[in-house]
Nanobody, 122 residues
Framework: QVQLVESGGGSVQAGGSLRLSCAISGNTYNTYCMGWFRQAPGQERVWLAYIHSATFTNYADSVKGRFTISQDNAKNTLYLEMNSLKPEGTAMYYC????????????????WGQGTQVTVSS
């Protein structure tokens, strides 16, 4: 079993920055992918970014150039650095683990954290 715990959410003005963290524990797999997602009220959960082997990254067009995903294996922690935040970025943010390879599909991730709230005011 894998446990994921997000932190670092909060309230920020448009144009500001936040860094989210996701603590990873339990029996992770030899090969896995870590992703960040967000879900606004009344909307579906959407993929933002993923990272594989702490090296290969990919981003949704909506956050490319503004968000950076990274992973520190020594600390068993996943990060999401968010810059130039927009009011439409107000949502609950989740980290998730997917066995083996990376995909952007929400439904293919095996383990999820409880989420951390980000509120961006205009």
């Amino acid at each position: 079993q894998v446990q994921l715990v997000e932190s670092g959410g909060g309230s920020v003005q448009a144009g500001g920055s936040l860094r989210l963290s996701c603590a990873i524990s339990g029996n992770t797999y030899n090969t896995y992918c870590m992703g960040w997602f967000r879900q606004a009220p009344g909307q579906e959960r959407v993929w933002l970014a993923y990272i594989h082997s702490a090296t290969f990254t990919n981003y949704a067009d909506s956050v490319k150039g503004r968000f950076t995903i990274s992973q520190d294996n020594a600390k068993n922690t996943l990060y999401l650095e968010m810059n130039s935040l927009k009011p439409e970025g107000t949502a609950m943010y989740y980290c998730a683990l997917r066995r083996w390879s990376c995909q952007a599909s929400v439904s293919t991730y095996n383990f999820w954290g409880q989420g951390t709230q980000v509120t961006v005011s205009s």
